[in-house]
């Protein structure tokens, strides 16, 4: 196509390169009287299944309206050619620009940044580029960084995409993208989400700091076999240290270790400039030296030794248990910092008031584990060595299993290692101890939970997080009284920790107080009212008196973006098959909650009362078995339950709870 020649209302002026799949000129759009980027390509040869791929491009694209992202104006076809016309970008490509060689630190944070906030926006609107590269990133004349060509990318709800359902676009295990960006489970022609781009944006951070490519091959298979084993090469030394943590978390080639999210990265940089460029200049404390940019702010604080006073103070609508400062934050000694929780400090300020505002929350204050996470993600770009925020990371990996958010069984074994390098950083993180205590229980190991729980106590004697596991496993003992007793504790020193209720409720319910438990899960949800976990256990104590209604009711409440959580299923499914809808509730029981239930220590119950409703005698009494051989020994529960009213006379029933009466008396003896 020559300059002059028209396509549509568009007039072509010169030849702008070649993007992705078509050609790309530079074009006045004869109606709208702008100059626009044309990609042009001929539906010609293979040109069906190339028009499909260009009209997916476009629609992903057009979706998008972000300042970082290149706006489509319109996708058409003129003359025999499928074209797009899109915002004309007067500057040059990030790959030009590092022809010249690296860029400052300064430079490499505002670009990285512009970047993250350009996939976390497409991310949230469900589009995966899966070609992200610096050849596809426009610095504009303004200096702001612009991604184009979305070529490559996948529409898909819940950023995940399944190679089977490609048809005609690929072949089922493809290998999609440009080589050298190219991650480890792209190269394998392995599923591509949002991690894969989170692994683009580690080579592009690494070729901005550098001006080289992390992974190098004479052939194609060389690169790939490089990019599958080898660890990429040393950055420049002057390269921040928090820097190139985020860049090798980036490039982890396990997609479960690097972050999860774009936006995760962007917190990550934006920590790091706020700590080494609050003005867009080197820090003037020096290298290493934090400045304090944010006062930690202390919440529910724990009383780290008897001896330490402590006073409530009105601030907010809530409580706020302040320590004396010098004893909370200095410790008996200025050697040994304390964070409001009573866990060790970090001795750089800022990652302490991330970790600070990590708690602000999480369980006493408003349920938002994303924010949270958020926040421990950037104490950690400040300071990777800090393990009691090491530790709180370890916790939201596992929490993602205890609230129902995900089944992948491989988060334990993730949770566990960061756990146990916090432990490395610290020998006496208690928080770390906690985490493992949670972990082993969840999982079913309870042998080893009392160890971590003995330790985690010898650090914090008054830690909330050790107490509340210590209920749970008290519970699952069926030791109520002991549990009860904790959790009065547990609540007259942290009233607004919500989980605390929500497990007293848990526990009134199971005892035949369902008016005690409705009260404490509405106790949750007037302090957090769309609590996934306090909506499903209120609706499951209507369910224990045949309310139905307003079971249902309970459940509407909950928000849209929180439907897919398994523990609501869990609750839905139910309702249904209570409601008599057994064809819609075992649909709605498919093979993630199955799996689900077989994963975690509270599963098994709770499918073996969905298996029971439905009438499935023979499966209810199988996921009793696995309950128990999880460590779920809740004797009296099992012959108070009015869903397992059904199996009361079944020979097999009997044995479980003789089974169960052993193990206890059994524990008892030890």
Known sequence: MQPGAKLGTYQIERLLGRGGMGVVFLA???????????????????????????????????ALNHPNICTIYE????????????????????????????????????????????????????????????????????????????????????????????????QTGAVVGTPYSMAPEQVRGEVADARTDIWALGVMFYEMVSATKPFAGGTTPELFSSILRDAP???????????TSVIERCLEKDPRRRYQRASETGAALEAIRANEYPSGRPNAHGPGIAPP????RAIESVNVASAVPRRRVLLGGGFLILAVAASIWFGIGRSERRLSDGNRASRNMEANGYYERALLFGGTGIADPDQAQVMIERALAVDPAFAAA????????????????????????????????????????????????????????????????????????ADPTALSWSVKYRHLNSDYGIAHEQLGRLLRDWPLYWPGHLDRGEMLREQGDVAGAIREQQRVLEQVPSNVAALAALARAYMDIADLRNARHTLDRARTEDRQNLTLRQAWALLLAL?????????????????????????????ADFSAVIGDAEGALKWLE??????????EYLRRNPLLTNLRAHPRFQQILDSVAYRRKQRAAR
């Open 233 to 243: 090469g040393p950055l420049p030394d002057e390269t921040p240290m928090a820097l």
């Open 75 to 170: 996708v058409g076809e003129a003359s025999g050619y499928a074209f797009i016309a899109m915002e004309y970008i007067d500057g040059q490509s990030l790959s030009e620009r590092l022809l010249a060689g690296p860029l400052a630190v300064p430079e490499v944070l505002r670009y990285a940044i512009d970047a993250t906030e350009a996939l976390t926006y497409a991310h949230d609107h469900g589009v995966v580029h899966r070609d992200f590269k610096t050849g596809n990133a426009m610095i504009t004349a303004g200096g702001r960084l612009k991604i184009v060509d979305f070529g490559l990318a996948r529409r898909d709800s819940g950023l995940v995409e399944d190679a089977t359902t490609m048809g005609s676009l690929a």
């Open 390 to 461: 090491r530790a709180e990371y370890a916790f939201y990996v596992v929490a993602r299993i205890l609230n129902g958010r995900s089944n992948e069984a491989s988060l334990y074994y993730i949770a566990e290692g960061e756990a146990r390098r916090a432990l490395k950083d610290d020998p006496r993180c208690g928080r770390a101890h906690s985490v493992l205590a949670l972990i082993y229980l969840l999982q079913g190991r309870k042998e080893l939970v009392r160890g971590e729980l003995d330790h985690a106590f010898r650090e914090l004697a």
């Open 579 to 607: 409601e008599g809808q057994k064809a819609r509730a075992s649909e709605e029981m498919g093979a993630d909650l199955q799996t689900y239930a077989g994963m975690q220590v509270y599963g098994p119950s709770w499918a």
């Open 293 to 296: 940019l944010i006062k930690p």
């Open 626 to 635: 696995r309950a128990v051989q999880m460590g779920d020994e809740r004797e």
């Open 28 to 62: 006045n759009d004869t109606t709208l009287h702008r100059r626009v980027a044309l990609k042009v390509l001929e539906s010609s040869g293979d040109g069906v299944t190339a028009h499909v791929r260009l009209v997916r491009e476009a629609r992903s694209a057009a």
